[in-house]
């Protein structure tokens, strides 16, 4: 069992930055791949970024690709969103998600996730 909470989101103007954390609680965090999603007004949730769980491997979805920047720190139990160059198409609910198997490398939207944390609001301004 995995349990996680994000912050860090809120107001930022086009073209600035923020930093999304997630902080996960549970003995076997350092060994599932984890992932951050966004759930936009009136659309689906779209998968945004993944990392492995040694956080060697990464994938990002185009839209985000070259300005968002996912990483870890296991030691700290925490996963990172680092938001630069917003735009205000990235206005969304950004949740942090973990996979269900342990030592997985595959980290694309496909993927299965199994625990999820309650979302943080991020609102890029024009």
């Known amino acids: 069992q995995v349990q996680l909470v994000e912050s860090g989101g809120g107001l930022v103007q086009a073209g600035g930055s923020l930093s999304l954390s997630c902080a996960a609680s549970g003995r076997t965090f350092s060994t599932r791949a984890m992932a951050w999603f966004r759930r936009a007004p009136g659309k689906e949730r779209e998968f945004v970024a993944g990392i492995s769980w040694r956080g060697v491997r990464t994938y990002y979805a185009d839209s985000v690709k070259g300005r968002f920047t996912i990483s870890r720190d296991n030691a700290k139990n925490t996963v990172y969103l680092q938001m630069n160059n917003a735009k205000p198409e990235d206005t969304a609910v950004y949740y942090c998600?973990?996979?269900?198997?342990?030592?997985?490398?595959?980290?694309?939207?496909?993927?299965?996730?199994?625990?999820w944390g309650q979302g943080t609001q991020v609102t890029v301004s024009s």
């Open positions: 998600s973990a996979q269900k198997q342990p030592f997985t490398t595959v980290v694309g939207p496909t993927t299965e996730y199994e625990y």
